[in-house]
């Protein structure tokens, strides 16, 4: 057993004793070299080494091309000069211990040239190690003597030549195997004589390539600690209280050690395992009892065993099972939601509970009891699944909830439903925050003794939650977000329970404000700005400020800021003229919402100038239309007028008085054009104007007494012969106010024979009837003119 080890030790000492009589012989027959042929040469011997890791080496440097001292460098690194020993004046010899490079470049230099002498390349390599060895059967399934032998080995390969693995085994170091790998497997055949599993294995691995060899340090174990005996066989039966798992170990007649591993099997993640140690004594199979497991869960168990200082066997194959429900781990959790008594006193009550989970196989059913306390009549519900309703009328109950499987009663659990008006306490002074989609609830403690509180919440009446707290706080989680609850909480005595306190509501958690719209009027130095906030969710945050931003193309952005209450604004001091962008942000306590950019733009000039010259505007368009329309009138006016016709105007009498009936007349004349120019002025008649006193006359005035003026040419020139020239004249102009000229009387001069025209028309009988008949009087005759342009107009046309 020693012997390998011994010869290993002798193969390395051989080794070195190797290189230093290679040195030596060197160094006997380097003088006469130098005297030969090359006399003169310089180089560095051995050349292209292999050394294990760690071990020492002689480099020898031949200077005989130059005089004087030389140097080391490794890896162009300088080596220090107390490695290197001058043997004579041509031989240095570097000693180095303990070397590990993996490959290294060793070169001589002439310390006065700095020129290299020569070089040489030493390369490192390594033994094999951590050999480990392991007997096993190769079907698991079949008990039997061990058929595969395996052996497996760490080797830092460092070289770039091929390497071959052989195991040796025995004294003999025979081969047992060879690979290119650092594993090698053997069949043990029976009979064969290459394994004695009665002795102890010598196993050595040896390294070869075609420049070194290396063998590891001997691997030297008893068989039966390298013997894996053949995997369990196993059984898991479930019941109501625990698991009982059973499997079968190894013939072997010696005691082993067992694991037994379990986890519960768990969608999406890697399950935690459970490891259970278990010793089993020779001659005897494995059990253990597991009680630590969940109902109605699927769990995954595997045993694996070895001999004393033995490698582990294989694991078993999994066994999976189903566990049954645990009456330990029923938790029904009954919890009641008692109504408002409705006008005949009944009430419904609300029955909730955590059913049985639906993973378990058996077949449970669920039985409502209610018994009044007054009467101790019981009355049944059998309900499938939660929750259930049930009535009762205003006085105290018990209600129960028996859970039964095959028959027979697995669990019962009760609560309690007060009576209407019942004295009993309640909580006071709940408070309620949220957080992080969570809601915190915290009450008043109760100075009677109670057991605990029921605390329960929902969202749309139908759906409950709840759970019961021994402390007078608790976090409600898993809510739907931004969802407002109502939560409700109810003390517990050992046999009664209180009256239920119900909170404000309160949201699961408050989101960001609604979205914002936005309007702008704009003017020229300032902008009407208003919005408002709306918003689809119950729960949105309320909006504590809004800010107002905006700016120009070219300009910082500004901002103005407001209350949550004001959702408007005059932006003053802007740009006339100018293109603004502009949005509104809602803060709220949990967020900011934004209004969609908008853009707007400045007017050119003010409301004030455009309304001062739209006034003016307006005023000039009046006067303009009033002017045209007077002027269109004033021209109507003008237009209706007649050309004066000396035909058809009235004359005076030119006769003497013997001749007052004759009528003098002129031809008619025809309408000259109208124009400005063809007015027809008469001379002033001058006539005697004698006043009614004067001539005696009891005559009212013509002024007074006329009320209806008559044109005078409409009255036959008779009549005017006899009229008073005065009268008749302020006749013509009360009757004929748009004349051109009237008829003047005059002391010294007869009356003009013509007047200004009017349309001439007919008189009627009324207005000769108001021409009141006068007394001839005596006139002085009157002078008649007549333009002579009259009649060349006349005759022109």
């Not at 519960?264 to 597991?290: D, M, W």
């Amino acid at each position: 057993m020693v012997q390998p080890n011994t010869r290993g030790h002798l193969e390395g000492n051989g080794t070195k004793e190797m290189y230093t009589f290679l040195v030596l012989i060197i160094l006997a027959v380097s003088p006469y070299i130098c005297k030969g042929q090359h006399e003169n040469a310089c180089d560095v011997f051995p050349k292209d080494q292999y050394l294990e890791v760690g071990s020492d080496i002689n480099i020898v440097c031949q200077t005989s091309c130059i005089q004087g001292k030389i140097f080391w460098t490794l890896n162009n690194r300088h080596i220090k000069e107390s490695l290197s020993n001058t043997t004579n004046s041509t031989h240095t010899v570097l000693s180095l211990r303990n070397f590990t490079h993996h490959s290294a470049t060793l070169e001589c230099h002439s310390a006065a040239t700095q020129q290299v002498l020569g070089g040489t390349t030493i390369r490192t390599y390594s033994k094999p190690g951590k050999i480990s060895c392991l007997l096993k059967n190769r079907n698991q399934e079949l008990e039997g003597s061990p058929d595969l032998f395996i052996c497996k080995w760490d080797h830092q390969i460092n070289s770039s030549l091929k390497i071959e693995y052989i195991v040796l085994c025995g004294s003999s170091q025979s081969e047992l195997c060879s690979s290119y790998t650092t594993t090698c497997t053997v069949d043990i055949t029976p009979g064969s004589n290459t394994i004695n599993l009665y002795e102890m294995l010598n196993i050595t691995v040896r390294a070869k390539t075609t420049a070194w060899q290396a063998d590891s340090d001997p691997y030297i174990r008893n068989p039966e600690h390298i013997l894996q005996i053949i995997r369990p066989t196993i059984n898991v039966t479930p019941s109501s209280d625990d698991l009982l798992v059973k499997w079968k170990r190894s013939l072997f007649t010696s005691e082993c050690h067992c694991q037994v591993n379990y986890s519960k099997a768990v969608s999406g993640r890697t399950p935690e395992s459970v490891i259970i140690n278990k010793t089993v004594e020779k001659h005897s199979s494995g059990a253990v009892t597991i009680t630590k497991v969940e109902s109605c869960s699927n769990y995954t168990f595997s045993v694996r065993c070895a001999l004393p200082k033995a490698p582990w066997s294989d694991w078993s194959k999994e066994k999976t099972v189903l566990t049954k429900l645990n009456k330990s781990d029923v938790k029904l959790h009954l919890w009641r939601k008692v109504a408002e008594p409705q006008e005949n006193g009944v009430r419904r009550v609300h029955v909730m509970w955590k059913e049985v989970p639906s993973t378990c196989e058996e077949t449970f059913t669920y039985v409502i009891k209610q018994t009044p306390y007054k009467e101790q009549k019981m009355g049944v519900n059998q309900c499938g699944r939660s929750p259930c309703d049930v009535y009762v009328n205003q006085d105290a109950h018990r209600i129960s909830l028996n859970l039964f499987s095959k028959d027979a009663l697995f669990v019962e659990e009760s609560v309690y439903v007060p009576a209407v008006g019942e004295s009993l306490p309640q909580v006071t002074d709940i408070q309620t925050s949220t957080y992080e989609g969570v809601i915190l609830v915290s009450w008043e403690a109760l100075t009677h003794p109670v057991s605990g509180y029921m605390i329960d919440w929902t969202h749309d009446g139908n759906q409950y939650h709840w759970e019961e707290s021994k402390y007078t706080n608790t976090t409600l989680s898993d809510l739907l977000d931004k969802t407002p609850y109502n939560i409700t909480v109810t003390p517990l005595f050992d046999d009664k329970t209180g009256h239920a306190t119900q909170a404000p509501q309160i949201c699961s958690r408050v989101g960001d404000p609604g979205n914002v719209t936005m309007n702008v009027t704009a003017y020229d130095k300032s902008a009407f700005v208003s919005w408002s906030v709306t918003s689809q969710e119950i729960c949105s945050g309320v909006v504590v400020n809004y800010t107002v931003f905006y700016s120009t193309q070219k300009g910082p952005q500004l901002n103005v800021t407001v209350d949550g209450t004001k959702q408007d604004i005059f932006l003053k001091d802007l740009n006339p003229d100018t293109r603004y962008t502009i949005y509104v942000t809602a803060t709220a306590l949990t967020g900011t919402t934004n209004s969609s950019e908008t853009h707007f733009k400045t007017q050119k000039f003010g409301p004030g100038l455009i309304a001062a010259v739209s006034v003016c505007g307006s005023i000039i368009i009046l006067l303009v239309l009033s002017l045209g329309l007077y002027c269109a009138v004033q021209w109507e006016k003008f237009r209706e007028k007649p050309v004066p016709d000396p035909g058809r105007s009235s004359v005076a009498l030119l006769l003497s008085p013997s001749h007052q009936e004759g009528i003098y007349t002129f031809p008619p004349f025809s309408n000259p054009p109208e124009s400005i120019c063809d007015k027809v002025y008469t001379e002033e008649t001058q006539t005697i104007a004698t006043s009614p006193q004067a001539t005696g006359s009891n005559e009212t005035p013509a002024s007074v007494q006329t009320e209806e003026y008559v044109d005078p040419a409409t009255v036959p020139v008779l009549h005017l012969q006899n009229k008073d020239p005065v009268e008749a004249v302020e006749t013509q102009h009360l009757s004929s106010p748009d004349d051109s000229t009237a008829l003047l009387p005059s002391e010294t001069s007869p009356v003009s024979p013509y007047r200004s025209q009017t349309p001439v028309h007919s008189p009627t009988s009324k207005e000769l009837k108001q021409v009141p008949p006068k007394q001839p009087e005596k006139t002085m005759p009157m002078t008649v003119y007549v333009t002579l342009n009259m009649f060349e107009q006349g005759q022109a046309r």
